[in-house]
């Protein structure tokens, strides 16, 4: 059911990168209590009367804007509030269903595109759905990394830094990740041991990882390193090194170049030679991402009785890391009045006291929340599968060393995943298919892309 949830959740987000005119909100503090579409995050909410509330010495809001309704931050509201009774924190989200859940994203990105664009908004926005690169390049978003280095009670060392380096644009952090997901490439770990084969998966590249393939393919029983089809993995790819072809906060493209122009004859190589299949066949490996310590455990044993997570083969630049996306990313408000309790509200999601299940999905970015939830899964005992998954429901004991490994790849994530479907993802994809099928070669496919990419990031 995670996966699934995932899956649509993932489908909604195609419409984000298609909604990014700007229109008109600042934002102060919140829309009154009871005011229209209170629990819509379409409300302006720089709103007068929270500034005059202030300055009165009154209570002060805090409006968080989502997409969607999440328990987590009802949560988080009513512990905060019980801490702090001088302020109120206001959760607008878009009441929707599946029959219109994209009209309602594109409704939600549209309204709050124009909103921040024109000074106006919540005072924190989840970001998830929201195109982040041209908020800062319009610089309606506050400067996180600012606000971490002056302020005395954030210690970075109690975070996974790797993360909060890997999230920079223009060199500071403007969306604090409050989880994130791992992503990897699950392996028959028993079938690739009696080949004899040895490789070293941190480092490896995507050569590296074809000859390795080959090697398995020509000693053991599997014929196939894992299955894909070319423009499906060219995509991936991309996705997986996206600043070497698109700076997005100055929306600039670099698709016609040697470093895409390799890469697209790279992926053709890989399947000429068999090391990549389109058919449903066995394979050694499986692309996978891993959303929490208990889905360590279980989605590499929906794939293989005995599998192993390695790290994903690195692209043109790369060095030794693993591959991560963010989820629940909180921007501030550039306008907000409230920026000093939006801050610290965001602080307080990070906490301890904001411990999730270790089965919720996403790794926390607080180290000691982390390390608390593989505790509590080792007294546990047993992690059990989802009943509508492929183990249904079946419960596996857990020790120590079914955890080793977990976070030597958390905190060697180094590497953003793309993670949001856009229209660059369907250029690649339609327009790659020329040059896979013979029809064109890599260089005109390149700069076919290029220019398609280029007017569609310049829209």
């Not at 489908?11 to 503090?29: D, E, K, R």
């Not at 549209?110 to 195109?131: A, F, Y």
């Not at 270790?358 to 926390?364: H, L, M, Q, T, V």
């Amino acid at each position: 059911m995670r996966k699934a949830w995932l899956s649509l959740s993932g489908c909604l987000l195609m419409i984000a990168a298609t909604g990014c005119s700007a229109g008109g909100g600042p934002g102060g503090a919140a829309q009154p209590e009871g005011g229209p579409n209170k629990n819509e995050a379409q409300a302006e909410t720089a709103s007068k009367t929270a500034e005059a509330a202030q300055t009165q010495g009154g209570k002060k809001t805090v409006v968080l804007s989502t997409f969607f309704e999440d328990d987590f931050f009802k949560d988080a509201k009513r512990k905060y509030e019980e801490k702090h009774p001088n302020i109120e924190i206001q959760l607008h989200y878009v009441p929707t269903d599946d029959s219109r859940g994209e009209e309602n994203l594109e409704n939600f990105i549209k309204k709050t595109n124009t909103q921040m664009l024109s000074g106006k908004g919540p005072d924190l926005v989840e970001m998830d759905r929201l195109p982040m690169d041209t908020y800062v390049n319009k610089k309606v978003l506050a400067n996180l990394s600012d606000m971490m280095e002056k302020d005395p009670e954030f210690k970075k060392d109690q975070y996974f830094h790797n993360i909060l380096d890997g999230i920079k644009l223009n060199g500071s952090v403007y969306g604090m990740p409050i989880n994130f997901f791992l992503y990897g490439l699950v392996g028959d770990e028993e079938a690739i041991r009696k080949t004899g084969v040895t490789f070293d998966d941190a480092r490896w590249t995507w050569s590296e990882f074809s000859e390795t393939a080959k090697a398995l393919a020509k000693k053991g029983d599997q014929r196939y390193g894992f299955m894909s089809y070319p423009a499906g993995l060219l995509n991936e790819m991309v996705k997986n090194n996206f600043s070497l072809y698109v700076d997005q906060v100055n929306r600039k493209a670099n698709f016609q170049s040697e470093p895409f122009i390799n890469l697209m004859k790279q992926v053709k190589s890989m399947f000429d030679e068999k090391v990549v299949t389109e058919e449903p066949r066995q394979a050694y490996f499986r692309m996978t991402d891993i959303v929490s310590p208990a889905d360590y455990i279980l989605t590499p044993k929906e794939n293989f009785a005995q599998p192993k997570l390695y790290s994903r083969p690195k692209g043109e630049g790369q060095k030794a890391g693993d591959f991560f996306r963010t989820y629940r990313t909180m921007g501030i408000n550039e306008k907000s009045a409230v920026k000093k309790e939006a801050w610290d509200f965001i602080k307080f999601l990070m906490s301890e006291e904001m411990q999730p299940s270790p089965e919720r999905a996403g790794f926390p970015l607080n180290k000691a929340v982390f390390h608390k939830q593989v505790k509590q899964l080792l007294q546990t005992g047993t992690v059990k599968a989802h009943e509508l998954g492929p183990l249904k429901g079946k419960t596996f004991k857990v020790t120590e060393a079914d955890f080793q490994g977990l976070e030597q790849h958390l905190s060697g994530a180094v590497y953003q995943v793309a993670f949001k479907p856009s229209k660059l993802e369907d250029i690649i994809i339609r327009e790659s298919e020329a040059f896979f099928k013979g029809q064109k070669s890599a260089e005109d496919v390149a700069k076919l892309i290029q220019n398609r990419a280029t007017t569609f990031l310049n829209e």
